[in-house]
T-cell receptor
């Protein structure tokens, strides 16, 4: 079974600054995928970024990047140049390559201060 | 807009009742997933259908059932409802079953059991 842990229930960042959200996971699989999803007040789940475990290079999507530490089973999300629209719940998730049956962490609420 | 449509948006019902949640997947997507987001359990995978057939089960209660119809829309049936079933129920769809086929989430149905 997979587990995903987000140790920060809430984070705050000043607009235009950088913030890092933490995530650790546990899996016995050798091949798996990791994701960060954003859930704004509209409550829709939006994929922010994904990482294949077999790829050593950290994924990047515009202002969003990850720090994937496979040995430590750590998968943190860095948001650069934070914007007011980044305020949301962020969920870390894993998939053991079984096909979109995601295991989610408990979420981190990100607040962005103007 | 993800292209995934869920109805109704909100549902309020009493304990012991039965409700049906409906999901229309994104055009062309064959796979449908149901997820539950509750305060107690967080976000968890319930069940997956692919082209009308059940593919995988997660933490779905026996009181819950689902199906996918020939036109690919899906329904999640919740019966003998309890207060603890109050949650946000998400439907998601993907083109195929593989993890390389990104998930697209609907806006969810908010179920309140009183």
């Amino acid at each position: 079974a997979q587990t995903v842990t987000q140790s920060q229930p809430e984070m705050s960042v000043q607009e235009a600054e950088t913030v890092t959200l933490s995530c650790t996971y546990d899996t016995s699989e050798s091949d798996y995928y990791l994701f960060w999803y954003k859930q704004p007040p509209s409550r829709q789940m939006i994929l922010v970024i994904r990482q294949e475990a077999y790829k050593q290079q950290n994924a990047t999507e515009n202002r969003f990047s990850v720090n994937f530490q496979k040995a430590a089973k750590s998968f943190s999300l860095k948001i650069s140049d934070s914007q007011l629209g980044d305020a949301a719940m962020y969920f870390c998730a894993s998939d053991n390559n079984a096909g979109n049956m995601l295991t989610f962490g408990g979420g981190t609420r990100l607040m962005v201060k103007p | 807009d993800s292209g995934v449509t869920q109805t109704p948006k909100h549902l309020i019902t009493a304990t012991g009742q039965r409700v049906t949640l409906r999901c229309s997947p994104r055009s062309g997507d064959l796979s449908v997933y149901w997820y539950q987001q509750s305060l107690d359990q967080g976000l968890q995978f319930l069940i997956q259908y692919y082209n009308g057939e059940e593919r995988a089960k997660g933490n779905i209660l026996e009181r819950f059932s689902a199906q996918q119809f020939p036109d690919l829309h899906s329904e999640l049936n919740l019966s003998s409802l309890e207060l603890g079933d109050s949650a946000l129920y998400f439907c998601a769809s993907s083109a195929t079953t593989g993890v390389n086929s990104p998930l697209h989430f609907g806006n969810g149905t908010r179920l309140t059991v009183t």
